[in-house]
T-cell receptor, first 115, second 115 residues
Framework: DTEVTQTPKHLVMGMTNKKSLKCEQH?????MYWYKQKAKKPPELMFV???????INESVPSRFSPECPNSSLLNLHLHALQPEDSALYLC??????????????FGPGTRLTVT | AQTVTQSQPEMSVQEAETVTLSCTYD???????LFWYKQPPSRQMILVIR??????QNATENRFSVNFQKAAKSFSLKISDSQLGDAAMYFC????????????FGKGTLLTVNP
């Protein structure tokens, strides 16, 4: 089973709202990722969690706050977003990178619109 | 730094025919991994095929195969017997392993399949 699930599928929020995106995988993967993707562009890496620890912060604005409660769950907390943050947000996971297996499996994404 | 270049923004193919998507890359690492991902209009990013740099044999997955030319840093994807469901954006991606979890994506090639 190579399934990564994400909720919600669609989200519309105002610039003063606080919302959260959720991601879950049950493949035993120990690395999880958040990406932002604009239309017809490749995904841009936002955060990486490896063994529940934040490993890379790509200088993403502080209005995006990741959280990894356990090895299967990954959240992205959103606060005071701007219209330019409207995009598809993709979650991905990958097997134990310590064994050299780096392929990433993506979820279906959350389409976020900031009004 | 690692880069991935896809020089064909758009391609089209007739149903049942064969099409080749081009990808070139650059990395200073000797151990790395290359991937092709497919993203249909439904938006989920799907792993199509993977190639480890240390393997000389080209990877194959059913109708999908790659032509991996390590010296030329080329990694093209061949789709045989094209089907309507193959229509999608295709991204070439590179991961150079080690402690670097980052996938570097090309800009993508939009493939249209004509009936």
């Amino acid at each position: 089973d190579t399934e990564v699930t994400q909720t919600p599928k669609h989200l519309v929020m105002g610039m003063t709202n606080k919302k959260s995106l959720k991601c879950e995988q049950h493949m035993g993967h120990r690395a999880m990722y958040w990406y932002k993707q604009k239309a017809k562009k490749p995904p841009e890496l936002m955060f990486v969690y490896s063994y529940e620890k934040l490993s890379i912060n790509e200088s993403v604005p502080s209005r995006f706050s990741p959280e990894c409660p356990n090895s299967s769950l990954l959240n992205l907390h959103l606060h005071a977003l701007q219209p330019e943050d409207s995009a598809l947000y993709l979650c991905a996971s990958s097997p134990n990178h310590r064994t050299g297996n780096y392929e990433q499996y993506f979820g279906p994404g959350t389409r976020l619109t900031v009004t | 730094a690692q880069t991935v270049t896809q020089s064909q923004p758009e391609m089209s193919v007739q149903e049942a025919e064969t099409v080749t998507l081009s990808c070139t890359y650059d990395t200073s690492e000797s151990d790395y991994y290359l991937f092709w991902y497919k993203q249909p209009p439904s938006r989920q990013m799907i792993l199509v095929i993977r190639q480890e740099a240390y393997k000389q044999q080209n990877a194959t997955e059913n109708r999908f195969s790659v032509n991996f030319q390590k010296a030329a840093k080329s990694f093209s994807l061949k789709i045989s017997d094209s089907q309507l469901g193959d229509a999608a954006m295709y991204f070439c991606a590179l991961n150079s392993g080690g402690s670097n979890y980052k996938l570097t994506f090309g800009k993508g090639t939009l493939l249209t399949v004509n009936p």
